[in-house]
């Protein structure tokens, strides 16, 4: 059987998009999403994304990591989601949309830029060395000396396997204060199992650490990421973080069929 795809990017983060309106996917055929995002023998990607039928919001996201397990929100996922919806005309620039961890809204901006908005957080764990949030998915944030030079890969594994998060694991997130409101990361995903160009929910779960840690009172905050530049934006209620935005451009790459 051949199927349509679409290549979308967002900062460097690159999903396979399918429109599986029609429920023709196979859904539970694991090894076929994983040959798809296989970059070398498939499409390559770090993610695949079907955009599904919702009775209550425009559009219902699936996604699912490179690894072929489905898996919880991604951020620069759901923004490239957005921009494919208003490229099929299912939307016209503005959206809800249901994912994994609930509602969405989503807007289209100039210059293939999206605006989502992602789940309040209340819940933030600090200790001395890290803080660890949930902002869609699990995020592991701590600071380091020479982000540049520092070993993502080796370093975030360690961790994401280690004890400290057991069999389900973590996003890790490295990071460097660059001044008061913009700070570089970058991040060792969860199912990619590598560091990737970039990380919608890293990013925002980077944004809220720094300021729940007060290495910011800002709120809105310029993250630069491997792939290009990310701004995160909320309100801040005592603890609660609230009208969470995540901001970057979603580009359309290419389309194609593939033989499954």
């Known amino acids: 059987m051949q199927i349509e795809f679409y290549k979308y ?90 994912a994994t961890d609930g509602l969405h809204h989503a807007s289209v901006g100039d210059d293939a830029i999206i605006s989502l908005q992602m789940i309040d957080v209340d819940e933030i764990k600090k200790y001395n060395e890290y803080t660890f949030l949930n902002t869609g998915s699990p995020h592991h944030v701590q600071i380091v000396d020479d982000l540049e030079h520092y070993n993502v890969k080796e370093n975030g594994a360690a961790i994401r396997y280690g004890e400290l998060y057991g069999e389900k694991g973590s996003n890790i997130n490295f990071v460097k204060k660059v001044d008061d409101s913009t700070f570089s990361l970058r991040t060792y995903e969860r199912g990619v199992e590598d560091e990737t160009l970039a990380c919608g929910t890293g990013a925002t779960a980077v944004a809220i650490a720094m300021n729940a840690t007060g290495q910011t009172d800002k709120t809105s905050i310029n993250l630069n990421v491997e792939g290009g530049k990310l701004v995160v934006s909320f309100d801040k209620i005592g603890d609660h973080y609230t009208n969470v935005f995540l901001t970057g451009p979603a580009k359309f790459v290419f389309k194609g069929t593939i033989e499954i």
């Open 9 to 98: 990017q967002g900062t460097g983060n690159d999903f396979v998009m399918i429109d599986n309106r029609s429920n023709f996917f196979p859904k539970e055929d694991i090894k076929l999403i994983e040959r798809l995002c296989d970059r070398r023998f498939g499409i390559g990607a770090d993610g695949l994304i079907l955009l599904e039928n919702d009775s209550e919001t425009d559009f219902r996201m699936v996604y699912y990591n490179s690894d072929g397990n489905q898996s919880s929100m991604c951020g620069n996922g759901g923004r490239c989601l957005v921009a494919f919806a208003n490229q099929l005309g299912v939307i016209d620039g503005k959206t809800t949309f249901i």
